[in-house]
Structures are given as C-alpha cells and as structure tokens.
C-alpha cells in the first residue's frame, strides 16, 4: 500500500476514534452536569482547541539548530524538541487537523446543548435564537483565539517548542512510554533504530 493511503488511512481513523470518545464522552457529562459546569466544559474544549493550533503551528515554525546545542548541554527536552521540529508535518496534522477539528466540532455541539438547556430553564425568547447566538459566540471565540495564537505561536516558536519537549521528556519519563521512537527519530534512538534493522538485515542473510 501506498505511504500516503497508509497515512490518510492512520489519520482518518485516529480522528474518528478520538471523535468517537470525545464526543459520546461529552454527551454523557453534559446529561447531568448543570449550566455552569457545562458551561466550563465547553469553554475547556474551545481553549484545547487553540492550546493544540499554537503546538502544531510553533512545530512548523521553530529552528532545529538552537535544540543542538542545548542537547549537548544536556538540557531537559531539548532532544525531545529536535523531534518535534523533524516531525514537524505530523505534529502538526495531530495538532491543528485532527485535535483541532475535532475540538471545534465538539464545541458546536456541546454549545448547542447548553443553549438547550437555556431555553428550557428560562423560556425566553425561542430556542433557534439560543442556539444562533451561543453557537455564533463559540465561532467567534474559536476564531478569534486561533488568530491570535497563530502570531503567538510563529513569535515564540522555539520556546513553545521546548516546552513541549519539556512536557514529552516529562511523560516519558512517568510512563515509559518512547513517543520519540516514532517518526523521523533523534540521537539514540535513531542509532537504536539503524542496530536494529542491521540485526534484521543480518538475520536474513543467515537464513538464506
């Protein structure tokens, strides 16, 4: 199969999964949580969604070459970061494509919701009116936040960076879990990597 299907494949199954979860998650809190609480769900759910736009657009943007030599010094994460910058183009599908989107059509539906919800507790004015104004509101918010994040995240695009790397470092630490053994891969792992194809090339020759 083609790289490219495999990669169209990878991600539109990701986002349909994530999709999947976060949306039927949503729905169930928002049967039982009141109008602030789900008030603060949506709100967490429109700033996720910036949160993830500056990651995948600050990945795009920053330099591979300070991360060097901060890696020589040993300086936490900036390993981590060099990944993110070579891996660039999937962090930010991951980031602004699939997180993203995800985030914005979940916020019109839990805002849709909410405005449900509103009518039906005040009864005031008519429920496409709630829906128009609340919906609207989350698109302008939305739009408005990912404008500016976008010149945040070009301006502070290494320092973005290095925190993620940070926070990559961090998680693997916790967990074991090798995030960085994924994709285009850095230092160690790339030597880890090329040992093992070498033990696999040279398995296949003894069998032959």
Known sequence: MHPEVKRFLAVALGTFLISLVSNYGSNSLLGWLAFLPAFGLLVAIVLAGILFDIIGVAATAASEVPFH????????????????????????????????????????????????????????????????????????????????????????????????????????????????NLGHVVGANRKRDSNQRQNRWKKAGQGD
């Not at 494509?97 to 009864?123: H, K, P, Q, Y």
């Not at 429920?127 to 990912?146: E, H, Y």
């Open 69 to 180: 030599a901060m890696a020589a010094d040993k300086v936490t994460g900036a390993r981590h970061s060099i990944w993110v910058v070579r891996n660039a183009a999937s962090v930010a599908t991951l980031c602004n494509d699939m997180i993203g989107d995800i985030a914005g059509t979940l916020s019109g539906a839990v805002g849709t919701s909410i405005a449900f919800a509103v009518f039906r507790e005040t009864n005031l004015f008519n429920q496409t009116l709630w829906v128009t104004l609340l919906v609207s509101a989350v698109a302008a918010v939305t739009v408005g936040g990912k404008a500016y994040a976008k010149d945040l995240a070009i301006r502070r695009a290494n320092d973005i960076v290095h925190l993620v790397g940070r926070l990559l470092s961090g998680w693997e630490s916790l967990t074991g879990m090798k995030i960085t």
